[in-house]
């Protein structure tokens, strides 16, 4: 049961949302609108900061010369 991002045609909202199946039909939480966008998702990893405190987008496994014994 996959978590997708999606952002809406209608009031331009990203949201997330639980997918049960390819038939669910989804809708904006905010202004109730089917017009939405299924959006690329990105995860964080703690190996990947921008900033004290501030997490960045992950991409593979965060790896990087601090967190990880391959470089």
Do not use: D, W
Not at 17 to 34: D, G, I, K, N
Not at 45 to 56: D, I, M
């Amino acid at each position: 049961m996959p978590i997708y991002e999606y952002s809406c045609g209608q009031c331009h909202k990203g949201f997330e949302e639980l997918v049960l199946s390819s038939q669910e039909t989804v809708t904006c939480p905010a202004c109730a609108s089917s017009e939405v966008e299924r959006r690329l998702s990105v995860f964080s990893s703690p190996g990947n900061r921008k900033a004290e405190g501030e997490v960045g987008a992950g991409g593979g496994c965060g790896c990087t010369p601090a967190t990880c014994g391959c470089h």
